[in-house]
């Protein structure tokens, strides 16, 4: 913080002569909570020309990002801030589109402040002096963890859709919680998040599952719940996860289950680490149009998968990440009641190395979703660390011999492919054929058995 401040020092004595330069929004605030600012937005009431001209020869470097709306990046070595002029903005009527259709610039600071969404990022910060500039009551707000609209809130959000989400985020990450009137607008307002790109959607919600991480000096162990939570109150998740939402009340056998499928996801969600949570979160979701289908849950895995691949997909998640999310929904299902035979287990593991760390930590939150308890080490996590310590190959290039070896025992052609292949299938299940001579007397005896 101590460095990213001198800079804002140097810069601020840099716009000095003509305009003050204030830090605002995430950076601001988080010197009032006493946290390490995330990211630095800077305004000023100078028109970017005049920035770009006052900042030429320096070492600060003016990359422009939008002449109308009068936003630039300012870089220089090991600082990076983004910097908006003063302005009002004037948005289509109820669009909720979150672009402004005019903009117009100001000298006028409360101008500028009233634009912006919530109080607690719309206190302005002068780094020469170091004092704080509050036009809205944003520190008296952040203060008591509040999140209140800048000014009526219906309007605040009928503006811009994603602040529905923005509002759910800080609330998630800094353990906030949204006055009545401000929570109330939100909700009213949460399905113009539908005229929002799907990627920005996905932005915030991928933020929102990963609150807890946001801040760690704020010490917000579960924001990821606490915003999951949110998003139901508002209407969010039945907009954008009807999958999910189609959960709530769906009763499960008792016999394997403490829980309906949606408190079942919502505790897999709540346990598991960051990097699987929308798989713990959605694993479930194909058991709702199973039991409609035919009266049970048989096959929920499969159903899911593709349920999951099509949502996050259309919720803007990249497309590899989504099908690899996809892929953990699909496999939870596998070895459940511990019954694989550890040959077939071995060869699943190696077909789905790739996910395999992720499947098993998906698999320990089920479980403990499942009872409410920790199950220990599971049979899957046990074989797994088995094949990581005895030297399984998991792929051909892990073999001992490789293709020279098999057009030396006289395989051309396919043959070569086919060998290697079968050879490692054989080799993940008897350790003896991980040993070079053994491996080189297989491609032997297969060229030997060869159709002439």
Request: charged share 30%; hydrophobic share 45%.
């Given at each position: 913080?101590?460095?990213?401040?001198?800079?804002?020092?140097?810069?601020?004595?840099?716009?000095?002569?003509?305009?003050?330069?204030?830090?605002?929004?995430?950076?601001?605030?988080?010197?009032?909570?006493?946290?390490?600012?995330?990211?630095?937005?800077?305004?000023?009431?100078?028109?970017?020309?005049?920035?770009?001209?006052?900042?030429?020869?320096?070492?600060?470097?003016?990359?422009?990002?939008?002449?109308?709306?009068?936003?630039?990046?300012?870089?220089?070595?090991?600082?990076?801030?983004?910097?908006?002029?003063?302005?009002?903005?004037?948005?289509?009527?109820?669009?909720?589109?979150?672009?402004?259709?005019?903009?117009?610039?100001?000298?006028?600071?409360?101008?500028?402040?009233?634009?912006?969404?919530?109080?607690?990022?719309?206190?302005?910060?002068?780094?020469?002096?170091?004092?704080?500039?509050?036009?809205?009551?944003?520190?008296?707000?952040?203060?008591?963890?509040?999140?209140?609209?800048?000014?009526?809130?219906?309007?605040?959000?009928?503006?811009?859709?994603?602040?529905?989400?923005?509002?759910?985020?800080?609330?998630?990450?800094?353990?906030?919680?949204?006055?009545?009137?401000?929570?109330?607008?939100?909700?009213?307002?949460?399905?113009?998040?539908?005229?929002?790109?799907?990627?920005?959607?996905?932005?915030?919600?991928?933020?929102?599952?990963?609150?807890?991480?946001?801040?760690?000096?704020?010490?917000?162990?579960?924001?990821?719940?606490?915003?999951?939570?949110?998003?139901?109150?508002?209407?969010?998740?039945?907009?954008?996860?009807?999958?999910?939402?189609?959960?709530?009340?769906?009763?499960?056998?008792?016999?394997?289950?403490?829980?309906d499928a949606r408190k079942h996801s919502d505790l897999a969600f709540a346990v598991a680490p960051v990097g699987i949570r929308w798989a713990a979160l959605l694993h479930d979701i194909g058991k709702r149009p199973a039991q409609d289908a035919q009266g049970n849950m048989y096959g929920h895995d499969v159903i899911g998968a593709e349920l999951a691949r099509k949502r996050l997909e259309e919720i803007g998640m990249p497309k590899g990440r989504a099908e690899r999310t996809a892929a953990l929904v699909r496999w939870h299902m596998t070895d459940l009641k511990g019954d694989m035979s550890e040959g077939k287990l071995r060869i699943f593991l190696v077909r789905h190395a790739d996910i395999a760390e992720d499947l098993i930590a998906l698999k320990r939150a089920d479980a403990y979703a499942t009872r409410g308890e920790d199950v220990g080490e599971l049979r899957m996590e046990r074989v797994w660390r088995e094949m990581l310590a005895d030297?399984?190959?998991?792929?051909?290039?892990?073999?001992?011999?490789?293709?020279?070896?098999?057009?030396?025992?006289?395989?051309?052609?396919?043959?070569?492919?086919?060998?290697?292949?079968?050879?490692?299938?054989?080799?993940?299940?008897?350790?003896?054929?991980?040993?070079?001579?053994?491996?080189?007397?297989?491609?032997?005896?297969?060229?030997?058995?060869?159709?002439?």
């Open positions: 913080m101590g460095a990213e401040l001198a800079v804002l020092k140097e810069l601020a004595a840099l716009f000095a002569p003509l305009a003050t330069l204030y830090a605002v929004g995430g950076y601001s605030r988080s010197l009032l909570l006493g946290v390490p600012p995330k990211d630095i937005d800077i305004c000023s009431k100078l028109p970017l020309e005049d920035v770009k001209t006052l900042l030429s020869n320096t070492r600060f470097v003016v990359s422009e990002k939008s002449m109308r709306l009068g936003t630039a990046t300012v870089t220089a070595p090991g600082f990076a801030a983004e910097y908006t002029a003063f302005r009002t903005d004037s948005y289509p009527a109820g669009s909720g589109a979150h672009r402004p259709d005019s903009v117009i610039f100001t000298e006028d600071m409360r101008a500028d402040a009233m634009r912006r969404d919530f109080t607690a990022n719309a206190v302005y910060f002068d780094p020469l002096t170091e004092s704080f500039v509050d036009l809205c009551g944003g520190k008296e707000d952040i203060a008591r963890g509040v999140l209140r609209a800048v000014r009526e809130p219906d309007g605040v959000f009928g503006e811009d859709g994603l602040r529905v989400l923005r509002l759910v985020r800080f609330a998630a990450e800094l353990g906030f919680a949204p006055d009545r009137e401000t929570s109330d607008a939100a909700e009213s307002n949460a399905w113009r998040v539908k005229d929002i790109a799907r990627e920005r959607v996905f932005a915030e919600l991928d933020r929102i599952f990963a609150a807890d991480t946001a801040y760690p000096a704020l010490g917000v162990r579960e924001g990821h719940v606490a915003g999951l939570r949110l998003m139901d109150e508002l209407g969010l998740t039945a907009i954008l996860l009807p999958e999910l939402a189609a959960l709530d009340g769906l009763e499960q056998p008792k016999k394997y289950h403490l829980y030297g399984t190959p998991f792929k051909v290039t892990d073999l001992p011999v490789g293709g020279e070896d098999a057009v030396a025992a006289g395989l051309s052609g396919r043959e070569i492919g086919d060998a290697l292949s079968a050879l490692l299938h054989d080799a993940v299940l008897d350790p003896v054929l991980r040993e070079r001579g053994r491996a080189l007397g297989y491609l032997e005896r297969r060229a030997k058995k060869r159709p002439e």
